[in-house]
């Protein structure tokens, strides 16, 4: 059993930048796949970035750019680092994980977080 819990967001004017943290329970995240997804009110999730369990990285065409995925192994946290935020980005953020980064992609993770608010304003 892994636990999520994400932090670091909040509302930040457009332009500016937040970076946002996954902490994961368990010995076994260094396994897992991470990624991190948003879901917008009244729209659906969406995938937003992925990175494998040796670092490699996958992002959405629409945050490309301006957030960067990373992990911390030894502190079993995965971070997204977010720039040049648009008031489109709001959304709650969610994290995942799963065995692969397809899982991740597709939304089929074995794991959720709770989510965490980012709001940008204009």
């Known amino acids: 059993q892994v636990q999520l819990v994400e932090s670091g967001g909040g509302l930040v004017q457009a332009g500016g930048s937040l970076r946002l943290s996954c902490a994961a329970s368990?010995?076994?995240?260094?396994?897992?796949?991470m990624g991190w997804f948003r879901q917008a009110p009244g729209k659906e999730r969406e995938f937003v970035a992925v990175?494998?369990?040796?670092?490699?990285?996958n992002y959405a065409d629409s945050i490309k750019g301006r957030f960067t995925i990373s992990r911390d192994n030894a502190k079993n946290t995965v971070y997204l680092q977010m720039n040049s935020l648009k008031p489109g980005d709001t959304a709650v953020y969610y994290c995942?994980?799963?065995?692969?980064?397809?899982?991740?992609?597709?939304?089929?993770?074995?794991?959720w977080g709770q989510g965490t608010q980012v709001t940008v304003s204009s």
């Open positions: 368990g010995r076994t995240f260094s396994s897992y796949a």
């Open positions: 990175i494998s369990r040796y670092s490699s990285t």
């Open positions: 995942a994980a799963a065995a692969s980064p397809r899982a991740v992609v597709v939304g089929t993770g074995d794991y």
